[in-house]
């Protein structure tokens, strides 16, 4: 796929997500390593399990020794993670409210 962007006409754009690559679930496609680091390398807590059902639909019907579905089947996990707990992103001081999608255990006084 060719668009023009500020580098000029003709400059390849790299799609980087499952729904930018219809081709990952293209029957006859051997699903890589590399489609669900691809997948998942960007997630955020917002979208984890967006990608989480997109990885899971990705790796279905793999053999369970499949790299590809070992993979996925890590991402699932680490993913489901990230959208329960949330990322943390360093220290919250006692005047300071937590990221929405973290949780925050404080002992009341």
């Given at each position: 796929?060719?668009?023009?962007?500020?580098?000029?006409?003709?400059?390849?754009?790299?799609?980087?997500?499952?729904?930018?690559?219809?081709?990952?679930?293209?029957?006859?496609?051997?699903?890589?390593?590399?489609?669900?680091?691809?997948?998942?390398?960007?997630?955020?807590?917002?979208?984890?399990?967006?990608?989480?059902?997109?990885?899971?639909?990705?790796?279905?019907?793999?053999?369970?020794d499949?790299?590809?579905?070992?993979?996925?089947?890590?991402?699932?996990?680490?993913?489901?993670?990230?959208?329960?707990?949330?990322?943390?992103?360093?220290?919250?001081?006692?005047?300071?409210?937590?990221?929405?999608s973290?949780?925050?255990?404080?002992?009341?006084?």
């Amino acid at each position: 796929m060719t668009r023009t962007c500020e580098r000029g006409a003709g400059v390849p754009f790299e799609p980087v997500s499952g729904q930018e690559r219809p081709d990952r679930f293209a029957p006859g496609h051997r699903v890589t390593v590399d489609d669900i680091r691809e997948l998942v390398g960007p997630s955020t807590p917002h979208f984890a399990l967006q990608i989480r059902d997109r990885v899971a639909r990705l790796i279905d019907g793999l053999v369970p020794d499949d790299p590809a579905r070992v993979e996925g089947e890590r991402a699932i996990a680490r993913l489901q993670r990230l959208a329960d707990h949330g990322q943390g992103s360093g220290h919250v001081s006692d005047h300071e409210q937590p990221l929405p999608s973290m949780r925050l255990d404080r002992q009341e006084d």
